[in-house]
């Protein structure tokens, strides 16, 4: 994305830094979730090749606490934090008044891309949940302990510095605190799946060290609409970027059953 469709937009008093490019008449918006320790810009340049490939606009933007956008308020998150998340991506949505949106999770953006769907369909025609979580697996306490511990042996804190500055410190401590907590480990969001009514493609690398295919095969097993899961083998948490021209094949895939782009 173009840093000149830069701009911030206020959500419950807070700026969200976000990217939008509205290039096609008549066409629905992709939306891109980050994960973790993500931001727009850790994206690089794969929001705009899927756009694309698919002809469709383009809104990428940074949670609050992440990348330009304003910083938490504190570390300390309750157990449903992403649900808040959802609330305030249908309020984004609404504020940019886009009502038909499809939604590109990764990771724990792919969470909220669930949450967001079933609590507020109207606004979304479809999902595509890259390495979502819908509940605590032991992989996934696993692999946020071994980035803790890289957190304080490499040099992954000026890494991430050059895309949250200031920031880092409180939202590796949001992230990583929050998932190592007893009272999360019961966290769960498949009560919410059964609401899922729009098509949803679930991309899951076999090999991904935050999570096992059974969070795509449960996934796709509750929700009310059409959904499949493609799966690649040898590739971990990161599809779009360790296999990025077989998930925009993929995607590009999806759209032509699911008919989502005008023909």
Request: glycine share 6%.
């Amino acid at each position: 994305m173009a840093q000149n469709n830069g701009r911030w937009v206020p959500i419950n008093g807070k700026r969200l830094y976000i990217e939008f490019q509205k290039t096609y008449e008549n066409q629905p918006t992709l939306v891109f979730l980050h994960d973790s320790l993500g931001c727009t810009s850790l994206w690089r340049d794969f929001p705009q090749k899927l756009a694309e490939a698919v002809q469709c606009n383009v809104l990428v933007y940074d949670r609050l606490g992440y990348g330009k956008s304003d910083p938490m308020l504190t570390h300390e998150r309750p157990v449903n934090y992403l649900e808040a998340e959802a609330d305030v991506l249908d309020s984004l949505l609404a504020a940019l008044d886009i009502d038909n949106a499809i939604l590109f999770g990764h990771s724990d953006g792919g969470s909220v891309a669930l949450i967001t769907a079933s609590q507020y369909g109207k606004r979304i025609k479809a999902v595509i949940c890259e390495a979502a979580h819908i509940f605590v697996e032991e992989v996934t306490l696993k692999g946020i302990r071994e980035a803790m511990g890289a957190y304080k042996t490499t040099d992954l804190p000026q890494r991430l510095q050059k895309y949250h500055g200031d920031k880092v410190e409180m939202l590796f401590k949001a992230w990583t605190e929050t998932w190592t907590r007893d009272d999360f480990r019961n966290w769960n969001i498949e009560h919410f799946l059964p609401a899922i009514t729009c098509p949803l493609l679930f991309i899951q690398g076999e090999a991904d060290e935050y999570g096992t295919m059974e969070q795509a095969e449960k996934t796709v097993s509750q929700v009310s609409g059409t959904a499949s899961v493609f799966s690649i083998p040898g590739i971990g948490h990161t599809p779009h970027k360790e296999a990025f021209e077989v998930t925009i094949a993929a995607v590009k895939s999806f759209f032509g059953k699911s008919e989502l782009a005008r023909s």
